[in-house]
């Protein structure tokens, strides 16, 4: 009997079948038979590829969030000789799909510009970005085709706004991924809340200085701009990092989930880790830790202002530390102690 279902076995292995045809197969066998050639199943297998090739197809979905550290890491993984992450670091795929705030609206070409802009893609794969917002398989089919380049294994796209994406979009990205043979990792950063907020303030004012002017056309300053918009709907979104992490925990198996904080990321230890993560090799790249996009800080903000934004995300950090003790926010970040 065994005889016998090992060589219908190894013949559909040959024959490339599913994994629902095995399992079909392994249908008529007897209870007994069937966990006799268990073993001989998973090593035929591995010997054939099935395993080895989602492992080989690492997909890392940078989930952001936005100032912290995502360009940073981009680069260092960029680094690596058995990475390659496509053209750009943000994508901006799924938010166009899924997240209202964020939807690039009309047409794929209007879409594909804004995009581009926003990200500083290259004027030659604007045509790639409209592609994938009119066919969205494209997306993954042109990241199918990076990983079949020989030794890249890695894989991704850094979008800090998909931090913004709500569980059930996640599910549906983590299936649409693995539907599309890639195995599915996902990464996502949480800078100090004041921090973070601030640091998004002042890249406004540097990507569009005309915000810094108030109603009667004078320049305010940093402190002013940031009471003004501390809690802005969309600063205020980008930093609700619980609303992520549930989120991620939800859609998402525990061991293809790693949560990190900016302020432990410009580590070796540390950087060490999310490489083991992700199958890489921190070895085979030298890393300079100084972190990218730094904006130098032209002012110094008021205690009372740093106390009224932190006051005001003190419940997503309460709740943070519920959810992840062991990254141990209150002690990381100061003034949360209550």
Avoid at 30 to 58: D, E, W
Wanted: glycine share 4%; aromatic share 12%; proline share 3%.
């Amino acid at each position: 009997m065994c005889k016998c279902i090992q060589s219908l076995l190894s013949d559909l292995l040959q024959k490339q079948e599913t994994p629902f045809v095995l399992m079909m197969a392994c249908s008529f066998t007897h209870a007994k038979a069937l966990r006799r050639i268990s073993l001989v199943t998973a090593r035929s297998f591995s010997q054939c590829g099935v395993f080895k090739m989602r492992h080989n197809k690492r997909f890392l979905l940078c989930v952001g969030a936005q100032k912290g550290g995502t360009t940073w890491l981009w680069h260092a993984l960029q680094k690596h000789k058995d990475v390659d992450l496509g053209f750009t670091k943000e994508y901006h795929f799924f938010d166009a799909l899924y997240h209202e705030e964020q939807r690039f609206r009309l047409n794929a070409d209007e879409r594909a510009e804004q995009a581009a802009i926003s990200t500083g893609t290259k004027p030659e794969h604007l045509q790639l970005l409209m592609e994938f917002y009119a066919k969205p398989e494209c997306y993954y089919q042109y990241f199918k085709k990076v990983l079949s380049q020989p030794g890249i294994t890695l894989t991704g796209d850094f979008t800090p706004s998909y931090s913004m994406l709500s569980e059930e979009n996640f599910r549906h990205i983590r299936a649409s991924l693995i539907e599309s043979g890639f195995d599915v990792k996902v990464v996502f950063i949480m800078r100090e809340p004041y921090d973070r907020v601030w640091s998004a303030c002042r890249m406004h004012k540097k990507n569009n200085p005309e915000l810094y002017r108030n109603d009667s056309g004078a320049e305010m300053s940093e402190e002013e701009y940031l009471n003004k918009n501390f809690d802005r709907k969309d600063i205020w979104m980008r930093t609700q990092y619980h609303q992520t992490v549930k989120a991620l925990q939800n859609a998402f198996p525990k061991q293809d989930v790693q949560f990190l904080l900016y302020e432990d990321l410009f580590s070796e230890c540390s950087l060490s880790q999310l490489f083991d993560f992700l199958g890489l090799s921190l070895h085979e790249v030298k890393i300079d830790f100084t972190p990218i996009n730094k904006t130098k800080r032209a002012e110094v903000i008021s205690l009372e202002t740093i106390s009224s934004v932190r006051e005001h995300y003190a419940p997503v950090v309460d709740t943070l530390d519920a959810l992840l003790p062991e990254l141990r926010v209150k002690q990381v970040w100061e003034g949360y102690e209550r």
